[in-house]
């Protein structure tokens, strides 16, 4: 008895449960959306003011696409460090960067 009751119960969560996971899947982009995002993205990317400062990734090899910190050390000269924290825990540093906000800094070791 316990048994066809676990099984029915099981059922009926699977049958209400079921049409709710394909409602919330979103519709396929169209090859023109598609292209606009891509665009708009190239866009951003060429108009980025890191765009050309190459990054040392200092692991993991699991990285999400999203940061959750950035940190910039103090000056030394016209010398930076910048931090940036992966949510998967990956960190990627990047140093000397000169002239980093548009300003000699005034700080000199």
């Not at 692991?59 to 000269?77: H, K, V």
Request: net charge positive; glycine share 8%; charged share 20%.
């Amino acid at each position: 008895m316990r048994k066809s009751y676990q099984r029915v119960l099981t059922a009926v969560i699977l049958l209400v449960a079921t049409p709710y996971s394909v409602i919330a899947q979103e519709s396929r982009m169209s090859a023109a959306e598609r292209l606009a995002a891509y665009q708009t993205h190239r866009s951003m990317v060429e108009e980025s003011f890191f765009k050309n400062l190459p990054w040392q990734h200092l692991g993991p090899t699991n990285i999400s696409g999203r940061s959750t910190d950035i940190a910039l050390t103090e000056p030394r000269g016209e010398t930076y460090t910048i931090y940036v924290a992966g949510a998967s825990g990956g960190v990627g540093k990047r140093r000397r960067m000169k002239g980093l906000l548009g300003r000699r800094s005034s700080t000199s070791n």
